[in-house]
């Protein structure tokens, strides 16, 4: 059973940084598409960045690049989220999500793996 588990989230001030990671268990990170989202209260879910694992490609929303870097470590099954001069627009649960496939999607419904997020706050 595919699980993702989300962590490193927390409460900083305006042009801190964090890292999320997510670790994946019940199948390998190397060979699926893996990415963030995130939901702001009142707001829809959105997407943040993602890395399809076999080749490294990535993909950032106009909002974080820049500022957010996502990376993998085949060797722990993790994905991470480095997320540097975040401003308060950044406040929100994020969201690991995986799918299979040849390519990377940005589309939500393509996203059959979700974990149970984790808050990031940014005071100004």
């Known amino acids: 059973q595919v699980q993702l588990v989300e962590s490193g989230g927390g409460s900083v001030q305006a042009g801190g940084s964090l890292r999320l990671s997510c670790a994946a268990s019940?199948?390998?990170?190397?060979?699926?598409?893996m990415a963030w989202f995130r939901q702001a209260p009142g707001k829809e879910r959105e997407g943040v960045a993602t890395i399809y694992t076999r080749d490294g490609s990535t993909y950032y929303a106009d909002s974080v690049k820049g500022r957010f870097t996502i990376s993998q470590d085949n060797a722990k099954n993790t994905v991470y989220l480095e997320m540097n001069s975040l401003k308060p627009e950044d406040t929100a649960m994020y969201y690991c999500?995986?799918?299979?496939?040849?390519?990377?999607?940005?589309?939500?419904?393509?996203?059959?793996?979700w974990g149970q997020g984790t808050q990031v706050t940014v005071s100004s």
């Open positions: 999500a995986a799918h299979i496939g040849v390519f990377c999607s940005r589309k939500i419904e393509m996203f059959g793996y």
């Open positions: 019940g199948y390998t990170v190397s060979s699926y598409c």
